[in-house]
């Protein structure tokens, strides 16, 4: 099966970007249409980012739309997370989930980036 | 769009059934048939144990089981184990093309 590994810095600074890559193995990104980014601030539940389909096309959360960008990056065939303007709510560990329709059967373990100065 | 509710804990002995609540509105649980349950030990992946209400994924246990009445979705978890001592998200498609989860809950294994 599919398995996924975020990676990025660790630390951004308050208004600076926070930018991830979800790295794909044992499969590919063709193999499923759709693949999303969640998120988990410290004590608290998890938070849909959005989701990008395999041909590019997006839908983000409408809390966030203004600051989030999703792409596909050509060459490694990874999608990818920006956020920018980061403030210590975008405080999370962040995770790549995919598989499935309106569901996510498989995720990345997570990666915690902190936004500090 | 504001997250589904959820109890913030549910506790139980073991070998006992379980039921966590999960209430949206007729934008997201009462809209779809596209509700899932996920388990999440602290620290690792979230875990998916329901997929459209009531699907159980290949390698779930059959001890989950998930149903839908209006705009509330429900897991039951039967004979509770160690190992269900974990928190429990549900999440929803909605009708902004979007996906909201559940506020979570805490399960205690007494």
């Known amino acids: 099966q599919v398995q996924l590994q975020e990676s990025g810095p660790g630390l951004v600074k308050p208004s600076g970007t926070l930018s991830l890559t979800c790295a794909v193995s044992?499969?590919?990104?063709?193999?499923?249409?759709?693949w999303s980014w969640v998120r988990q601030p410290p004590g608290e539940g998890l938070e849909w980012i959005g989701e990008?389909?395999?041909?590019?096309?997006?839908n983000y959360n409408p809390s966030l739309k203004s600051r989030v960008t999703m792409s596909i990056d050509t060459s490694k065939k990874e999608p990818s997370l920006k956020v920018n303007s980061v403030t210590d709510a975008d405080t999370a560990v962040y995770y790549c989930a995919t598989g499935g329709s309106w569901t996510w059967h498989y995720w990345g373990q997570g990666i915690l980036v902190t936004v500090s100065s | 769009q504001s997250a589904l509710t959820q109890p913030a804990s549910v506790s139980g002995s073991p070998g006992q059934s379980i039921t966590i609540s999960c209430t949206g509105t007729?934008?997201?649980?009462?809209?779809?048939?596209?509700v899932s349950w996920y388990r999440h030990h602290p620290g690792q992946a979230p875990q998916l144990i329901i997929s459209?209400?009531?699907n159980r994924p290949s390698g779930a246990s059959n001890r989950f089981s998930g149903s839908k009445s209006g705009n509330t979705a429900s897991l039951t978890i039967s004979g509770l184990q160690a190992e269900d001592e974990a928190d429990y998200y549900c999440s929803s498609y909605t009708t902004s093309m979007s996906y909201v989860f559940g506020t979570g809950t805490k399960v205690t294994v007494l």
């Open positions: 990008i389909h395999n041909s590019g096309s997006t």
């Open positions: 044992r499969g590919s990104i063709n193999n499923y249409e759709w």
């Open positions: 459209d209400i009531s």
């Open positions: 007729n934008t997201d649980v009462g809209a779809y048939n596209y």
